[in-house]
Structure formats: structure tokens, C-alpha cells
């Protein structure tokens, strides 16, 4: 007889679920998972060999359990870049924004206690919830992936959550939220509350406007949570961050696991954060290649919403795997996000980004012919 996870005793609200991922296919183009398309500078490559050196001789003893030096660096990134001034008590680090957004959960979240979250919108923010024993709410947004004021005070006002999501730019429709729309929801919030706010700006650093940043002022209970992911062109190394009150910085090292960041990880992301003005070079790029993806593929006849971060939602489909398969056949991968009629495209390199398009292209002549 064979034996799989439906007969272990996994948690009830683990069963029938699907863990997260993109599919990993061997294609020339490969725009689905909204990595970074250019590799890091080879002054960043031996900085990091550097460190990680230095780093190495001291393996034998734990590393710096509160990520002091990485911290202070990381306060000055956001200061520089934002205009907003935080220190070394207002930020935490942790493996990847997942990270930070489990450990904000366990903090806040947890069994008997709600979050709620915007969809269409970043999934992992339910999948860590149920993870936690959080319950999960997903909230309205509306036709144009807008998040509706006076229906999500609604829903905050009734279900009351101790943690509330609100991704901007949003994944995966790419949209901004409104600086008046945050400050609105966070008030609800605390009049229903008090809640946690968490902000979500891994995609920040692609935006028209301006980081949400400074709304920390005067706001103990709001979170701004990032990642280096993808402005850094640093997938691989896993490394997510938050500002916030020192007051929340303490409460999340209540459930941070002993010595969480490592020595290489620590030295590896200090290494990127030298050459701060290098990778911001390359995210204006990306920027130029998202804005001409939304304008060329309007220009075919396609849909898209507008787009804040480095990718770009378009449709409409009546059946977007269907059209998602076609693209592939063609050797391009782009990321079919199960929003009804509609797929992601990330913003590549200009050659990759030509590829795609000379493939919608060609579909959609296919499917007007």
C-alpha cells in the first residue's frame, strides 16, 4: 500500500493545500518569476568572495545573532533612498521577506487570532497565516484590482483582524496603492483593533511614486516590510528586512529561531549593500522595459494594468493557460498566476523582452485571424 501526506496527522487547515512555487522549466526565455534578469557586477562578485572569506575563518563560532552591522546598513539604505530617517532600532532582518512575514505572524498572529489580506494579492500572505494557525480573510478589491476604501473599512470593521496585508506594489497585478488608501485602512484598523498593519514593498524601488516609508511617523503599530530580492538582484540570497517602532523590532525577536541569519548571508548582503548605486542603475533599466511592455502590448491590443513593480499583469483571456501554453510553445515562460483572464509577465533584459513580444505577437494574429 502506498503512503502519502493524507495519512499523517498534518493540521486540518494544512490538508488539501499546495505548497508555493512557480514551475522551474529548461526554456530560452524565462520571464515568471520576477527575478532580476541581470547577474550582479563582477566588482559585487569578488566584494562578496571577499567577505565571505573574512567571513569563513570565523565559522567555527556562531554569527552576530542580532545582525547588528547589516541592520545599521540597511537603516542607512532606507534613509538615503526614502528621505525618512531610521535607525538600527527600527529595522530587522531575517531569511527572505517570508521570513519576516512568518515571524510578524507568529508575533501577532497565531491560533485564535485573524489577518486579512487583499485579493487578487501576494499569496504567501495567507499560505504563512495558515502556516501559523492564523486565520485567514481574504478582502475585496475591485474589477480594476483597486482596493475599494469603504468596503475593505467594512470588512475590517467586521472581522476585526490582528494583522492587516496591504502589498504596494501588489503581486500580481502590479498596481500601487494609494498613500491615502494605506492611511485609511491602517485607521480602521486600529479603531477595530488595535491591529498590526504590514505594509509590503518587495517591489518598491520599481515604483512611479515614492516609498510608504515615512508613514512609520507617529504610527507604532504599522510595518514596512522589504526584501533584497529584487531591486538587489539578489533572489539567491534570501535576505528580508522591515522598518517599524524598536517597540516591534523587539516583539519578532521573541520568535526569531537562534542565530537565524548566518555569517555568509550576513557578509553576502553587506557586500550588495556597498554597491547600492550600481544595482539602483539597473532597476532604472528594468524600469524603462517595464514601462515599454505595458506600451507595446497595448499597442498589439492586449489589456494590462498599470504597473508599479517589475513585471507586468496583461489579458484578457477567456482561458489564460490555454494562452499561457501557447506562449511556452513558443520558448518563453511567463507566470500563469490563476487570476481568471489574465497572466504575468516579468520585465527581462531587452532581448528577452523582444522575445515575448514577437510571441504575442504572433498569438495574438493567431487568435484575430
Given at each position: 500500500?502506498?503512503?502519502?501526506?493524507?495519512?499523517?496527522?498534518?493540521?486540518?487547515?494544512?490538508?488539501?493545500?499546495?505548497?508555493?512555487?512557480a514551475p522551474?522549466?529548461?526554456?530560452?526565455?524565462?520571464?515568471?518569476?520576477?527575478?532580476?534578469?541581470?547577474?550582479l557586477p563582477?566588482?559585487?562578485?569578488?566584494?562578496?568572495?571577499?567577505?565571505?572569506?573574512?567571513?569563513?575563518?570565523?565559522?567555527?563560532?556562531?554569527?552576530?545573532?542580532?545582525a547588528?552591522?547589516?541592520?545599521t546598513?540597511?537603516?542607512?539604505y532606507?534613509?538615503?533612498?526614502?528621505?525618512?530617517?531610521?535607525?538600527?532600532?527600527?529595522?530587522?532582518?531575517?531569511?527572505?521577506?517570508?521570513?519576516?512575514?512568518?515571524?510578524l505572524?507568529?508575533?501577532?498572529?497565531?491560533?485564535g487570532?485573524?489577518?486579512?489580506?487583499?485579493?487578487?494579492?501576494?499569496?504567501?500572505?495567507?499560505?504563512?497565516?495558515r502556516?501559523?494557525?492564523?486565520?485567514?480573510?481574504s478582502?475585496p478589491?475591485?474589477?480594476?484590482?483597486?482596493?475599494d476604501?469603504?468596503?475593505?473599512?467594512?470588512?475590517?470593521?467586521?472581522?476585526?483582524?490582528?494583522?492587516?496585508?496591504?502589498?504596494?506594489?501588489?503581486?500580481?497585478?502590479?498596481?500601487?496603492?494609494?498613500?491615502?488608501?494605506?492611511l485609511?485602512?491602517?485607521?480602521?484598523?486600529?479603531?477595530?483593533?488595535?491591529?498590526?498593519?504590514?505594509?509590503?514593498?518587495?517591489?518598491?524601488?520599481?515604483?512611479?511614486?515614492?516609498?510608504?516609508?515615512?508613514?512609520?511617523?507617529?504610527?507604532?503599530?504599522?510595518?514596512?516590510?522589504?526584501?533584497?530580492s529584487?531591486?538587489?538582484?539578489?533572489?539567491?540570497?534570501?535576505l528580508?528586512?522591515?522598518?517599524?517602532?524598536?517597540?516591534?523590532?523587539?516583539?519578532?525577536?521573541?520568535?526569531?529561531?537562534?542565530y537565524?541569519?548566518?555569517?555568509?548571508?550576513?557578509?553576502?548582503?553587506?557586500?550588495?549593500?556597498?554597491?547600492?548605486?550600481?544595482?539602483?542603475?539597473?532597476?532604472?533599466?528594468?524600469?524603462?522595459?517595464?514601462?515599454?511592455?505595458?506600451?507595446?502590448?497595448?499597442?498589439?491590443?492586449?489589456?494590462?494594468t498599470?504597473?508599479?513593480?517589475?513585471f507586468?499583469?496583461f489579458?484578457?483571456?477567456?482561458?489564460?493557460?490555454?494562452?499561457?501554453?501557447?506562449?511556452?510553445?513558443?520558448?518563453?515562460?511567463v507566470?500563469?498566476?490563476?487570476?481568471?483572464?489574465?497572466?504575468?509577465?516579468?520585465?527581462?533584459?531587452?532581448?528577452?523582452?523582444?522575445?515575448?513580444?514577437?510571441?504575442?505577437?504572433?498569438?495574438?494574429?493567431e487568435?484575430?485571424?
Amino acid at each position: 500500500m502506498s503512503f502519502g501526506i493524507d495519512d499523517l496527522p498534518v493540521r486540518d487547515e494544512l490538508r488539501g493545500k499546495s505548497p508555493y512555487g512557480a514551475p522551474q522549466l529548461d526554456v530560452p526565455v524565462r520571464l515568471n518569476t520576477n527575478e532580476n534578469p541581470y547577474p550582479l557586477p563582477e566588482s559585487l562578485v569578488e566584494r562578496i568572495a571577499e567577505r565571505v572569506r573574512d567571513a569563513a575563518r570565523h565559522l567555527n563560532r556562531y554569527p552576530d545573532r542580532d545582525a547588528v552591522e547589516l541592520r545599521t546598513r540597511l537603516a542607512e539604505y532606507l534613509t538615503k533612498t526614502s528621505g525618512y530617517g531610521v535607525d538600527l532600532t527600527n529595522v530587522w532582518a531575517a531569511n527572505g521577506s517570508n521570513e519576516v512575514i512568518q515571524q510578524l505572524l507568529q508575533t501577532f498572529g497565531g491560533p485564535g487570532r485573524t489577518a486579512i489580506g487583499f485579493e487578487p494579492s501576494y499569496s504567501m500572505h495567507g499560505l504563512i497565516a495558515r502556516g501559523t494557525g492564523t486565520d485567514w480573510i481574504s478582502g475585496p478589491r475591485g474589477d480594476d484590482f483597486t482596493i475599494d476604501v469603504t468596503a475593505a473599512e467594512r470588512a475590517i470593521a467586521e472581522h476585526r483582524p490582528d494583522v492587516v496585508f496591504i502589498t504596494t506594489p501588489n503581486n500580481p497585478t502590479g498596481n500601487a496603492v494609494p498613500r491615502e488608501t494605506v492611511l485609511a485602512l491602517y485607521e480602521a484598523a486600529q479603531a477595530a483593533g488595535p491591529s498590526m498593519v504590514v505594509v509590503d514593498e518587495a517591489y518598491i524601488e520599481f515604483s512611479h511614486g515614492d516609498s510608504l516609508l515615512p508613514l512609520l511617523d507617529g504610527r507604532p503599530h504599522l510595518v514596512v516590510s522589504r526584501t533584497m530580492s529584487k531591486a538587489f538582484g539578489a533572489a539567491g540570497l534570501r535576505l528580508g528586512y522591515l522598518a517599524a517602532h524598536p517597540a516591534v523590532v523587539d516583539a519578532v525577536q521573541l520568535v526569531r529561531l537562534p542565530y537565524h541569519l548566518s555569517a555568509v548571508t550576513q557578509a553576502t548582503a553587506l557586500a550588495a549593500l556597498e554597491h547600492t548605486d550600481t544595482l539602483l542603475g539597473y532597476v532604472e533599466q528594468l524600469k524603462t522595459e517595464r514601462d515599454r511592455l505595458v506600451a507595446e502590448l497595448r499597442a498589439i491590443g492586449y489589456e494590462v494594468t498599470e504597473s508599479d513593480a517589475n513585471f507586468v499583469q496583461f489579458g484578457r483571456f477567456e482561458d489564460a493557460h490555454d494562452v499561457w501554453r501557447r506562449i511556452l510553445d513558443r520558448g518563453v515562460l511567463v507566470r500563469d498566476n490563476g487570476v481568471p483572464g489574465w497572466l504575468r509577465v516579468t520585465a527581462g533584459t531587452p532581448a528577452e523582452n523582444d522575445a515575448f513580444l514577437d510571441a504575442v505577437r504572433e498569438l495574438k494574429k493567431e487568435t484575430d485571424a
